[in-house]
């Protein structure tokens, strides 16, 4: 069974880096794609971006200047970094697993990481 | 970019039929996958490649896909199927994943 654990510090302040990883088992990180996902409280859900397990990666446009997404393919996990955090990116940051196949759906979710931003 | 559109609630008796509707420019040619969320849990894949379930999610649960609506079904529905329902599609132009705004699904 794959499993997807997110860890991280709960609280970061504006202007830092929220840094998160995913600690995938079960199943290698060396196929696939990872990506971050996120929800603030109370609403939907928005994708951050994906890294592919050649390292390729894709983000989406309105983060694409802050977030790196990255692999580390010996521990088989995965690690997101969003630069100069404001309150507006408190949310619950879950990591997920996308097929390869044309539709790249997410059948495998991690239980979620609220991070807030305040001082 | 991407839009997907989705009703911000959709309201059924026990026993009934649910439609959740996700709209998107000719979204009929493109693969739609369906997420259910219960408050405090991470999404669940219900729905893949339009109509596809998962192993473990029961057959009261469909999905359609034409033209500019894809539709999620929930025959029969049950108190346990209140949550909130994502429509998400892969944008291959921009290779984006994209979410419609969720849906939440009350029963009465």
């Known amino acids: 069974q794959v499993q997807l654990q997110e860890s991280g510090p709960g609280l970061v302040k504006p202007s830092e880096t929220l840094s998160l990883t995913c600690t995938v088992s079960?199943?290698?990180?060396?196929?696939?794609?990872w990506s971050w996902i996120r929800q603030p409280p109370g609403k939907g859900l928005e994708w951050i971006g994906y890294?592919?397990?050649?390292?390729?990666?894709n983000y989406n446009p309105s983060l694409k200047s802050r977030v790196t997404i990255s692999l580390d393919t010996s521990k088989n996990q995965f690690s997101l970094k969003l630069i100069s955090v404001t309150a507006a990116d408190t949310a619950v940051y879950y990591c997920?697993?996308?097929?390869?196949?044309?539709?790249?759906?997410?059948?495998?979710w991690g239980q979620g990481s609220l991070v807030t931003v305040s001082s | 970019s991407y839009v997907l559109t989705q009703p911000p609630s959709v309201s059924v008796a026990p026993g009934k039929t649910a439609r959740i509707t996700c709209g998107g420019n000719?979204?009929?040619?493109?693969?739609v996958h369906w997420y259910q969320q219960k408050p405090g849990q991470a999404p669940e894949l219900v729905i893949y490649y339009d109509s596809d379930r998962p192993s473990g999610i029961p057959e009261r649960f469909s999905g359609s896909n034409s033209g500019n609506t894809a539709t999620l079904t929930i025959s029969r529905v049950e108190a346990g199927d209140e949550a909130d329902y994502y429509c998400?599609?892969?944008?291959?132009?921009?290779?984006?994943?994209?979410f419609g705004g969720g849906t939440k699904l009350t029963v009465l």
């Open positions: 890294i592919y397990y050649t390292g390729s990666t």
């Open positions: 997920a697993r996308q097929g390869v196949g044309g539709g790249r759906f997410f059948d495998y």
């Open positions: 998400q599609v892969w944008d291959t132009s921009s290779d984006h994943v994209v």
């Open positions: 079960g199943d290698s990180i060396s196929s696939y794609y």
């Open positions: 000719n979204i009929g040619t493109k693969s």
